[in-house]
């Protein structure tokens, strides 16, 4: 690492709140799935910032509609209209098959704006009796970092010393549908749930869950939310993973990929009666909808679309998990993924998958331990064949290497 490296480092270090424990690697450029360090090192980005980037790093159409908007107009507030809003809610609205639209920032924003507009429903359409509604969530849930959030987070490290937390959640098993009937009471507004747990490690849910889920919630009149923050936009090879399902849910949340990794936009998605219970002054947010953010989700949801980006993480997720599935490696446990959401699992003898995450950095590619002992594996949804087997290479060399 150069002097400046290093002081970049020490100076972070200094002055920023030690939230993070980022890999050593100091970014200044990236261009569809490549980045490049301060010393020009390239590495194949293997995380999309957690999937805000599955059109590319800087892609030139969302670039082009950023600056161009940025030009003109960038922030009114709701208190004014803007020529944007109109135009994102028809075609989010199209893309997605919903009815209404609320445009928030942050992915923990739209899902505490989910939550407070499932309560309100459950209050005023269903009668639920005045602050009684409760909304089942799943364990190993990420949904984000608000207070309201990591209240029903079942991660200490998530939740440790920032309590007290609001009431009105309750925990069940994922994947398990007679938990949830069992969970169901009268006063049940929402089941909230990730078609796909990212941040746990890629888990998915045994085939079939999800048709159980949407039958007891239709039949509980439970709205079900589920949280597409990550997987939904062609992540995992389909616009949204309910797809998968053959399912439909009556609240989405979207986020990340929105944006294409310009800006923070986030939207959540539902029928007409949910949303529809928010009058003016009820909920908001300085930002949410404005027109800078309204004309760069416009173009990030046009390239995905235009240039195949759904189809190419089907086809190159399926290359990618046969990839790892046939890396003979004692060091995996498990392979795992959908699309280009994957994960593999290490057995907890390898040792932890930061490791293997910085052996990776020395061989050009940047991925993200997470939960000890997984690394996860999300590139941008332009890769291509010849990428794809490059990397194989390096994950198979990175894995069958003798750490101890
Ligand atoms: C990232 C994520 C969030 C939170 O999004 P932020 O933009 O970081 O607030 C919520 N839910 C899921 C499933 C996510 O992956």
Known sequence: MSASVIDLLATEARFGANNYAPIGVVLSRGEGVWVWDTEGNRYLDCLSAYSAVSQGHCHPKILAAMVEQAHRLTLTSRAFHNDQLALFYEEIAALTGS????????GAEAVESAIKSVRKWGYEVKGVPDGEAEIIVCADNFHGRTLGVVGFST????????????????????????ALEQAITPNTVAFLVEPIQGEAGVIIPPAGYFTEVRELCTANNVM???????????????LLAEQHEGIEADVTLLGKALSGGFYPVSAVLSNNDVLGTLRPGQHGSTFGGNPLACAVARAAMRVLVEEGMIENAATQGARFLQGLKDIRANTIREVRGRGLMLAVELHPEAGRARRYCEAL??????????????????PPLVITSDQVDWALEQ????????FS
């Open 99 to 106: 009815h209404k639209v609320l445009p928030m920032n942050s």
């Open 155 to 178: 991660d200490a490290e998530t939740r440790g010393h920032f309590g007290p937390f609001a009431p009105g959640f309750k925990i069940i098993p994922f994947g398990d549908a007679t």
């Open 224 to 238: 079900l939310v589920l949280d597409e923050i990550q997987t939904g936009l062609g992540r995992t090879g389909k």
């Open 361 to 378: 950095q020395g061989k050009g590619i940047l991925a993200k331990d997470t939960h000890e002992h997984t690394i996860r594996i999300a």
């Open 395 to 402: 994950f198979a060399t990175v894995l069958t290497q003798d």
